[in-house]
């Protein structure tokens, strides 16, 4: 299943395809239709009508996974974008190099949006991990106020899908690229996996929602029950819509 995930993010056909999931928690709207959505908050059970359940599910989602991985952006803005990404995830890195920066520039820094990222670790190996083992060091940065410097360092040096371009060496040398304060406590963060239960956790929410590919973007409007998710390295114009409905009240 895994695979096939991945072999349909890489047809050009579908990496355009946009999957909208207008979501009263058990309703996904594909191409005008309403079909059950029953894997939707999974274990979680965010398929609840119980306002309290919603609302903490809009928590976990909104919600920073250490202080200094919080989102950017205007904590009142009033549409939250949460991106599901893997470091070894060849479209998420396209993603970043492409669509984040007019994203940012165009909705964050004018107050609308605020953007966060949470891991969905879908490129693991049982021998090595390397994708827990870059999402660990994105919050080892974290700690020295470098979170986002270091997410978008790793994805600029992106070389695929388990092609061995992350190890200690590379992650310690992003950090170095951008110059982190203190690289021995860095790396001795990484060494430690100090994070590791944390990413863990971060993977499993992401699973219980019903989540199995990246890059995949929740957006939600503040005082709304209703979810969008955008699946796949999508151009600015599909974020332009998505955004305009919740503005127009249309979605």
Not at 129 to 145: F, H, I, R, V, W
Not at 181 to 194: E, G, R, V, Y
Request: net charge negative; proline share 3%.
């Amino acid at each position: 299943m895994k695979h096939r995930n991945r072999k349909t993010r890489g047809n050009k056909t579908n990496y355009r395809k946009v999957v909208i999931m207008a979501v009263l928690f058990g309703a996904l709207l594909i191409g005008g239709s309403i079909t059950a959505f029953s894997n939707f908050g999974g274990q979680n059970n965010s398929s609840s009508s119980d306002p309290a359940d919603i609302q903490q599910l809009i928590s976990n989602l909104t919600t920073p996974v250490i202080p200094g991985a919080k989102a950017i952006g205007e904590d009142n803005a009033p549409i939250n974008i949460i991106e599901f990404g893997d470091y070894q995830c060849p479209f998420c890195a396209r993603f970043n190099q492409e669509t984040k920066d007019e994203l940012v520039s165009k909705y964050v820094d004018t107050g609308i949006v605020r953007f966060g990222f949470k891991d969905l670790v879908i490129n693991d190996l049982p021998k090595d991990k390397l994708s827990t083992l870059g999402a660990e060091a994105s919050y080892c940065a974290a700690e020295q106020d470098k979170y986002w410097d270091y997410h978008d360092e790793v994805y600029r040096n992106s070389r695929g899908e388990n092609t061995g371009w992350i190890s200690n060496d590379s992650l310690v040398g992003f950090a170095n690229n951008i110059n982190m304060t203190n690289i021995t406590q860095f790396t001795d963060c990484l060494d430690s996996h100090k994070y590791n239960q944390l990413v863990v956790q971060n993977d499993i929410f992401a699973k219980n929602l019903g989540l199995g590919s990246t890059p995949t973007f929740l957006v939600l409007k503040e005082n709304s029950t209703k979810i969008a998710a955008v699946e796949g390295a999508q151009p600015i114009n599909v974020f332009d819509d998505v955004i305009a409905q919740y503005l127009n009240n249309t979605l």
